[in-house]
Protein backbone atom coordinates (compact mmCIF):
# COMPACT_ATOMS: atom_id res chain seq x y z
CA UNK A 1 0.00 0.00 0.00
CA UNK A 2 0.67 3.41 -0.12
CA UNK A 3 2.28 5.05 2.74
CA UNK A 4 2.19 8.90 3.18
CA UNK A 5 3.47 11.64 5.72
CA UNK A 6 2.57 15.31 6.06
CA UNK A 7 3.53 18.36 8.04
CA UNK A 8 -0.17 18.66 9.61
CA UNK A 9 -1.21 21.71 11.06
CA UNK A 10 1.88 22.25 13.43
CA UNK A 11 3.28 24.79 11.21
CA UNK A 12 6.30 22.47 10.86
CA UNK A 13 8.35 24.08 8.31
CA UNK A 14 10.38 22.24 5.49
CA UNK A 15 10.02 18.22 6.65
CA UNK A 16 9.14 17.28 2.73
CA UNK A 17 12.68 17.04 1.62
CA UNK A 18 14.01 15.29 4.61
CA UNK A 19 11.07 13.11 5.11
CA UNK A 20 11.84 11.94 1.09
CA UNK A 21 15.37 11.31 1.52
CA UNK A 22 14.25 8.99 4.39
CA UNK A 23 11.49 7.32 3.22
CA UNK A 24 13.91 6.52 0.41
CA UNK A 25 16.29 5.13 2.93
CA UNK A 26 13.76 3.01 3.99
CA UNK A 27 12.13 1.87 1.09
CA UNK A 28 14.74 1.47 -1.54
CA UNK A 29 12.74 0.37 -4.00
CA UNK A 30 9.47 1.84 -3.83
CA UNK A 31 8.87 4.95 -6.03
CA UNK A 32 9.44 8.15 -3.01
CA UNK A 33 7.81 11.78 -4.64
CA UNK A 34 7.75 14.51 -2.12
CA UNK A 35 5.71 17.75 -3.29
CA UNK A 36 7.61 21.46 -1.68
CA UNK A 37 7.22 25.04 -2.14
CA UNK A 38 9.86 27.15 -3.03
CA UNK A 39 10.13 28.45 0.68
CA UNK A 40 10.74 25.13 1.98
CA UNK A 41 12.78 24.33 -0.79
CA UNK A 42 15.04 27.66 0.14
CA UNK A 43 14.97 26.85 3.67
CA UNK A 44 16.50 23.11 3.61
CA UNK A 45 15.73 21.58 0.89
CA UNK A 46 18.21 22.75 -1.66
CA UNK A 47 21.17 21.88 1.15
CA UNK A 48 19.39 18.47 1.09
CA UNK A 49 20.28 18.02 -2.49
CA UNK A 50 23.67 17.62 -1.44
CA UNK A 51 22.80 14.88 0.76
CA UNK A 52 21.52 13.06 -1.94
CA UNK A 53 24.60 13.77 -4.04
CA UNK A 54 26.16 12.41 -1.25
CA UNK A 55 24.08 8.85 -1.00
CA UNK A 56 23.74 8.57 -4.97
CA UNK A 57 24.67 5.38 -4.77
CA UNK A 58 22.37 4.42 -2.35
CA UNK A 59 19.10 6.90 -3.27
CA UNK A 60 19.48 6.40 -7.04
CA UNK A 61 17.87 3.41 -9.22
CA UNK A 62 15.03 2.30 -11.25
CA UNK A 63 12.51 3.47 -8.52
CA UNK A 64 11.25 7.63 -9.39
CA UNK A 65 12.60 9.92 -6.65
CA UNK A 66 11.48 13.25 -7.58
CA UNK A 67 11.12 16.77 -5.60
CA UNK A 68 8.43 18.32 -7.27
CA UNK A 69 8.69 22.50 -6.20
CA UNK A 70 5.99 24.79 -6.53
CA UNK A 71 7.49 27.89 -7.73
CA UNK A 72 5.84 31.01 -7.04
CA UNK A 73 8.43 33.24 -5.12
CA UNK A 74 5.69 33.65 -2.49
CA UNK A 75 5.46 31.60 1.18
CA UNK A 76 1.92 31.33 -0.12
CA UNK A 77 0.68 28.97 2.73
CA UNK A 78 1.23 32.19 5.16
CA UNK A 79 -0.46 34.70 2.90
CA UNK A 80 -3.41 32.38 2.07
CA UNK A 81 -4.00 31.96 5.68
CA UNK A 82 -3.17 35.66 6.89
CA UNK A 83 -5.58 36.45 3.77
CA UNK A 84 -8.46 33.69 5.12
CA UNK A 85 -8.32 35.24 8.55
CA UNK A 86 -7.63 39.03 8.27
CA UNK A 87 -8.93 39.91 4.80
CA UNK A 88 -5.82 41.09 2.43
CA UNK A 89 -2.57 41.82 4.56
CA UNK A 90 -0.44 40.37 2.09
CA UNK A 91 3.25 42.05 2.91
CA UNK A 92 5.37 41.34 0.57
CA UNK A 93 8.61 41.95 2.12
CA UNK A 94 8.09 39.40 4.39
CA UNK A 95 6.18 36.77 1.64
CA UNK A 96 8.16 37.32 -1.39
CA UNK A 97 11.18 34.93 -1.61
CA UNK A 98 13.86 35.02 -4.55
CA UNK A 99 12.98 33.58 -7.80
CA UNK A 100 15.79 30.94 -8.02
CA UNK A 101 16.66 28.13 -10.98
CA UNK A 102 15.52 24.92 -8.69
CA UNK A 103 16.01 22.21 -11.86
CA UNK A 104 19.13 24.45 -12.69
CA UNK A 105 21.00 23.67 -9.57
CA UNK A 106 19.61 19.69 -9.58
CA UNK A 107 21.42 19.52 -12.83
CA UNK A 108 24.95 21.43 -11.35
CA UNK A 109 24.69 18.62 -8.27
CA UNK A 110 24.51 15.60 -11.10
CA UNK A 111 20.94 15.32 -10.50
CA UNK A 112 18.16 15.65 -12.68
CA UNK A 113 16.27 18.67 -13.22
CA UNK A 114 13.36 19.73 -15.25
CA UNK A 115 11.35 22.74 -15.40
CA UNK A 116 7.86 23.21 -16.33
CA UNK A 117 5.86 26.22 -17.19
CA UNK A 118 3.20 25.29 -19.68
CA UNK A 119 0.10 23.98 -18.15
CA UNK A 120 -0.03 21.45 -21.88
CA UNK A 121 3.40 20.21 -21.05
CA UNK A 122 2.60 18.78 -17.45
CA UNK A 123 1.90 15.12 -18.04
CA UNK A 124 5.31 15.06 -19.99
CA UNK A 125 7.12 16.54 -17.75
CA UNK A 126 6.02 14.26 -14.96
CA UNK A 127 6.84 11.09 -17.63
CA UNK A 128 10.04 12.28 -17.99
CA UNK A 129 10.56 12.96 -14.40
CA UNK A 130 9.67 9.36 -13.31
CA UNK A 131 11.64 7.64 -15.96
CA UNK A 132 14.81 9.33 -15.20
CA UNK A 133 16.62 6.84 -12.80
CA UNK A 134 17.94 8.83 -10.62
CA UNK A 135 17.01 11.89 -8.34
CA UNK A 136 14.90 14.56 -9.93
CA UNK A 137 13.70 18.08 -8.88
CA UNK A 138 10.76 18.91 -11.07
CA UNK A 139 10.05 22.36 -11.02
CA UNK A 140 6.81 24.14 -11.79
CA UNK A 141 6.11 27.82 -12.06
CA UNK A 142 3.05 27.90 -10.43
CA UNK A 143 0.54 31.53 -9.74
CA UNK A 144 0.97 32.64 -6.34
CA UNK A 145 -2.78 34.22 -6.50
CA UNK A 146 -4.25 30.39 -6.60
CA UNK A 147 -4.57 29.48 -2.83
CA UNK A 148 -3.01 26.42 -1.35
CA UNK A 149 -5.59 25.74 1.24
CA UNK A 150 -9.44 24.62 0.80
CA UNK A 151 -11.87 27.66 0.24
CA UNK A 152 -13.91 26.73 3.36
CA UNK A 153 -10.96 27.38 6.02
CA UNK A 154 -11.67 30.60 8.09
Same mark, same amino acid.
Given at each position: ?62 ? =? ?32 ? =??? =? ?45 ? =? ?6
Amino acid at each position: GMRASLSGTLATMGPGTPYAIAARFAYPDRPVIAFVGDGAFQMNGMNEMITIKRYLDRLSGPA =PFVFCVFNNQDLNQVTWEQRAMAGDPKYPGSQDI =PDV =PYAAYAELLGLKGIVCDDPKKVGAAWDEALAAGRPVVLEFKVDAEIA =PIPPHIM
